[in-house]
């Protein structure tokens, strides 16, 4: 019996045609989202016609799963052998390494995770319980694991299991997500090697310092402590079924304050509907409407829908300022540190909406920020580089270069700014509403002992 010819050749070209669809989908999907991309924008750059490609997949969504598993199951397989291993301290360093330079080479899959959140991508839901709850659950027995073998003496309590996990994942994920805008914070490519290997170096640091035995609970603020600051909102904590979208997370959960102020009574309401809706899906109409004016009388305070979008933006933007001014002007202050972290907390918890409008903007391109930017960056990066050489010395008593810093400052933002931004996609991990007292303040806790753990070189 003569045995049929298998051509090689062609099984590996349908292979690499195949990995070359999905390199392209995943950078497209990572910039646009899913309902943003179309088959033939893919097939184009893959030299394929929309015909051809569906011989690959059966169709866009089919192409998207493709992606999404490639992306993750490498990060669920990575961490699942982290459980696995006898010696989980020598393995974590390994682990963060692979999954830095995984992301690396598949820097659109936080971007587009990132998109589905601030674009209230109706895929949200499934995206984080098919692929980001794994990951969760993986990392949450990691934490068990780790914390039994510490006798119960780590700095994190056996409860905060899957606020840390997600204040990690974040933290190593962000990086890529928020690039854009690092970029123009940071005065660098966050992408090219040298910061890439810098971040990298960072999370190990970090994570040393999150297994060493013996840190005295007495250093840390509890949960039970900083509640108290949240006593003015009415938001109790509960299990939650099912997902909330990014509409419901800013407009439905707490109003900017009335201000008499014609002109920032409607950049409040303006705020609140362009974090919801998008500029394209908020008409001036409904900005008037909420503001409680007429379209005609509105325009006697802004030129032009655009006019009241950058306006917006900027009520974001000073926010997010003022929060990395304050944070540069203390890193070598622990206690002053966490004020300003906590008053942040308390501040954005009465207005959510504007770390989503920020989200929101790069997510869907940062134009508008990236021309503001020209006006801002180079300010802020002159006032960085002088406050930190202002703190020199006792950056070094806290075990941080003053090359460092920067990195350090853009990790603690993310952890409050996008707490915020991120809700949706913590209700449904946690199944708890993010916006609770009870959950902002345990959220607050978790980031407190993360920043003591940036600064210090070890437990005391």
């Known amino acids: 019996m003569i045995e049929p010819v298998v051509d090689m050749s062609q099984s590996f070209s349908v292979e690499k045609t195949r990995e070359k669809i999905l390199r392209v989908a995943g950078v497209l999907f990572g910039l646009k989202g899913f309902s943003g991309t179309n088959v033939r924008d893919i097939a184009t750059k893959t030299d394929?016609?929309?015909?051809?490609?569906?011989?690959?997949?059966?169709?866009?969504?089919?192409?998207?799963?493709?992606v999404l598993s490639g992306g993750v199951k490498p990060l669920i397989d990575r961490l699942g052998g982290l459980v696995a291993s006898e010696n989980m301290d020598e393995a974590l360093p390994d682990l963060i390494e692979d999954v830095m330079e995984h992301l690396a080479e598949?820097?659109?899959?936080?971007?587009?995770?990132?998109?589905?959140?601030?674009?209230?991508?109706?895929?949200?839901?499934?995206?984080?319980?098919?692929?980001l709850k794994p990951l969760g659950h993986l990392g949450n027995n990691a934490f068990k694991v780790s914390w039994i073998a510490s006798d119960g003496q780590s700095a994190f309590s056996l409860e905060e299991a899957p606020l840390s996990t997600l204040a990690w994942i974040r933290l190593v994920f962000t990086h890529f997500a928020l690039a854009p805008i690092m970029k123009i914070v940071l005065g660098r490519d966050p992408l090219s090697k040298e910061c890439l290997l810098e971040q990298t170096q960072l999370l190990l640091k970090l994570a040393r310092r999150a297994?060493?035995?013996?840190?005295?609970?007495?250093?840390?603020?509890?949960?039970?402590?900083i509640l108290a600051r949240f006593d003015h909102l009415q938001a109790e904590d509960s299990e939650l079924e099912g997902t909330m979208s990014t509409v419901e997370t800013v407009a439905d959960t707490r109003k900017p304050k009335l201000?008499?102020?014609?002109?920032?009574?409607?950049l409040n309401e303006a705020a609140v509907l362009f974090a919801a809706q998008g500029f394209a899906g908020t008409s001036v109409r409904d900005i008037a409407t909420q503001a409680g004016l007429t379209p005609a009388s509105l325009y006697n305070h802004f030129a032009n829908k655009e006019d009241v979008y950058r306006e917006a933006l900027n009520l974001s933007l000073g926010a997010a300022l003022r929060l990395h001014g304050q944070l540069a002007t203390r890193m070598d202050d622990y206690e002053a540190l966490c004020e300003v972290v906590i008053a942040t907390m308390v501040d954005l918890a009465d207005r959510a909406h504007l770390p989503c409008l920020l989200s929101l903007e790069v997510a869907t391109g940062a134009e508008v920020l990236t021309e503001m930017a020209r006006e801002?960056?180079?300010?802020?990066?002159?006032?960085?580089?002088?406050?930190?050489?202002?703190?020199?010395?006792?950056?070094?008593?806290?075990?941080?270069?003053?090359?460092?810093?920067?990195?350090?400052?853009?990790?603690?933002?993310?952890l409050v700014f996008g707490h915020f931004s991120?809700?949706?996609l913590i209700r449904i991990a946690v199944g708890r509403d993010p916006l609770s007292k009870q959950l902002l303040a345990e959220h607050t806790a978790v980031t407190l002992k993360l920043v003591r753990m940036m600064l210090s070189p070890g437990p005391g």
């Not at 659109?108 to 098919?130: H, S």
């Not at 297994?211 to 039970?224: A, D, H, M």
């Not at 006032?383 to 920067?406: D, I, M, N």
């Open 259 to 266: 201000v008499e102020n014609t002109r920032d009574r409607i």
């Open 422 to 424: 991120m809700a949706p």
């Open 106 to 131: 598949h820097a659109y899959l936080p971007r587009l995770i990132f998109i589905e959140v601030a674009t209230g991508g109706e895929r949200l839901e499934e995206l984080v319980r098919e692929w």
């Open 48 to 66: 394929l016609t929309p015909a051809s490609l569906y011989n690959h997949f059966e169709n866009k969504e089919d192409l998207y799963r493709a």
């Open 376 to 414: 801002w960056s180079k300010p802020l990066l002159e006032q960085e580089e002088r406050e930190l050489r202002t703190v020199g010395v006792p950056l070094e008593k806290v075990a941080l270069s003053a090359e460092e810093a920067p990195l350090i400052i853009m990790m603690v933002m993310q």
């Open 211 to 225: 297994r060493f035995r013996g840190w005295n609970p007495e250093v840390f603020l509890s949960s039970q402590d």
